[in-house]
């Protein structure tokens, strides 16, 4: 994944990564939540990440110059597809990571108990 580039307003980057997704270019926008609440955390930008390694002079071409061709664009199909399987990926890793907690914790308890 590479940063594409950074926006003060949220409806810009969406705009950005609208227009990347419209071209096949697999992109993400990071930093929401966090601008959200910009006047505790002191964050006012969003970024624009494009996915895809490979995409990411694609993404940089189509920013500079709206006529150019994408080399290696994703269906939209496939795109729905990745961005949907994207959250129940996070939920194993976070399932995962609660486990192992859980683990620890109750490796400490009878330890301590003993």
Known sequence: MK???TYASIIE???VAGYLR???ILC???DVNTYNYWAITGVTDVRVWVVLDHQWE????????EDHVPR?????EDIAFLESSQPQHYQQIMYACIGLL?????VLIALFNS
């Open 28 to 30: 993400k926008v990071s």
């Open 102 to 106: 859980a683990l620890v914790v109750l």
């Open 13 to 15: 980057a969406n705009r």
């Open 22 to 24: 419209e071209q096949g």
């Open 72 to 76: 290696n664009p994703l269906p939209s």
């Open 3 to 5: 940063l594409l580039g």
């Open 58 to 65: 694609d993404a940089q071409a189509l920013m500079a110059d």
